[in-house]
């Protein structure tokens, strides 16, 4: 009896160490903030994408005054480090100037994340 107690007791110490609020495949992640602007002027409500080679891709909104902070889960701030392209679009519910094509779907942008704090700025021009 004893030996099945202690047995059960490990079993569940084994299972609620292994246990965190992300899972295992969780990868190290680098916080990436910075502010965008076109031909100078701060953008608000553009979504930026961050695409890494392979993974999750990680958001982010810019707020009036062109700033953002990515996230990579609700609850987490980060982009994946490494490469990744990074896309701007308008969000839903905001529009403004046209994004240039090289910033937007065929985007040549690209950003490597490193561990720790990123700060990526991005200036683009109209011309």
Known sequence: MRL???LVFVLLTS?????SSHGAD???LGQVHGKV????QPLSGVNLLFEPETGRTSRATTQEDGSYSAQ???DEAGVKVG???VRLEWGIDASGPKI???YGTKSELKLDVQPGDNVFDIE????
């Open 100 to 102: 240039p094509a090289k």
């Open 72 to 74: 990579y889960l609700i």
């Open 37 to 40: 602007t076109l031909d100078g």
């Open 26 to 28: 969780m990868p190290e």
């Open 83 to 85: 490469p990744s392209v």
């Open 124 to 127: 683009m021009k109209s011309k």
């Open 4 to 6: 099945l107690l202690l």
């Open 15 to 19: 299972v609620s160490a292994g246990c």
